[in-house]
C-alpha cells in the first residue's frame, strides 16, 4: 500500500522559517514526481510546488516562489519542503501527493497524500 | 491565470439519486481537468483524470466528461459515502495548475 507522512509542521511567527518532511513508502519513490499541495481552513487546496522524479527540473507557484525550496532524497525516500519568510497566508494544512504519472512522467494528477500536516503562522 | 467555477457550490441529494458538478474553465484547457472527492479530516481523493479516466479503485458510478471549457462530474446511483465535498483541477503545464472552489455534496 502506498503510503506518505508529513512531518514538522507547527506554530512559526511571521518571517520565521520552516522545514516539512513527507516519508514514502510501499511504492518506487525514485521513480515518480512529487508535490505539495497546502489547504488553508475552509479553503479549497492549493498546488504548491513539484519535483521530478530525478530531482532535475521544479515548480513553485507564483505565491511561494523565491521563499520555498523543494526537495527530496530518493535514497531516504523522502520529500522535503523548506519554507522561508512565512506570511500568515502560509497557514495550512501541507499535503504531500504523488503524480500518477509512471516513468517519472509529471501528469499533473495527484493518486496518492498524506494526511497532512498544519502550518501555523502567526504571532 | 486559470481560473476555475464550480456549479452549484452546495447540493442536497438523496442516496439513489443521480447528480451532476460542472467545473466551467475560464479558458481552454482540452482535457486537462480532474476531480477529486474530500472528506471532513481527510486528503483529497483523485476520482477522474484526462476529464473522462477513471483512476484505478473508483467506483463506476462516479464519470467525468467535457473538453475545452466545459466539464461535468457525474455520479449515479448515490451512496452514502459520496456526500463529501468535491474539487475540480485543471493541468496544463507547470506552473498552470489550479483547483476550483468546490462543490459540497450534503445528504437530502
Known amino acids: 500500500e502506498e503510503q506518505l507522512l508529513e512531518s514538522g509542521g507547527g506554530l512559526i511567527q511571521p518571517g520565521g522559517s520552516l522545514r516539512v518532511s513527507c516519508a514514502a513508502s510501499?511504492?518506487?519513490?525514485?521513480?515518480?514526481?512529487m508535490s505539495w499541495v497546502r489547504q488553508a481552513p475552509g479553503a479549497g487546496p492549493e498546488w504548491v510546488s513539484t519535483i521530478t522524479a530525478d530531482a532535475g527540473v521544479t515548480y513553485y507557484a507564483d505565491s511561494v516562489k523565491g521563499r520555498f525550496t523543494i526537495s527530496r532524497d530518493n535514497s531516504k525516500s523522502t520529500l522535503y519542503l523548506q519554507m522561508n519568510s512565512l506570511r500568515a497566508g502560509d497557514t495550512a494544512v501541507y499535503y504531500c501527493?504523488?503524480?500518477?504519472?509512471?516513468?517519472?512522467?509529471?501528469?499533473?494528477?495527484?493518486?496518492?497524500w498524506g494526511q497532512g500536516t498544519l502550518v501555523t503562522v502567526s504571532s | 491565470a486559470i481560473q476555475l467555477t464550480q456549479s452549484p457550490s452546495s447540493l442536497s441529494a438523496s442516496v439513489g439519486d443521480r447528480v451532476t458538478i460542472t467545473c466551467r474553465a475560464s479558458q481552454g484547457i482540452s482535457s486537462g481537468l480532474g476531480w477529486y472527492q474530500q472528506k471532513p479530516g481527510k486528503a483529497p481523493k483523485l476520482l477522474i483524470y484526462?476529464?473522462?479516466s477513471l483512476e484505478s479503485g473508483v467506483p463506476s458510478r462516479f464519470s467525468g466528461s467535457g473538453y475545452g471549457t466545459e466539464f461535468t462530474l457525474t455520479i449515479n446511483s448515490l451512496q452514502p459515502e459520496d456526500f463529501a465535498t468535491y474539487y475540480c483541477?485543471?493541468?496544463?503545464?507547470?506552473?498552470?495548475?489550479?483547483f476550483g472552489q468546490g462543490t459540497k455534496l450534503e445528504i437530502k
Open positions: 484526462d476529464a473522462s
Open positions: 483541477q485543471q493541468f496544463n503545464s507547470y506552473p498552470l495548475h489550479t
Open positions: 510501499g511504492f518506487t519513490f525514485s521513480t515518480y514526481a
Open positions: 501527493a504523488k503524480d500518477r504519472g509512471l516513468f517519472g512522467y509529471t501528469s499533473g494528477w495527484y493518486n496518492a
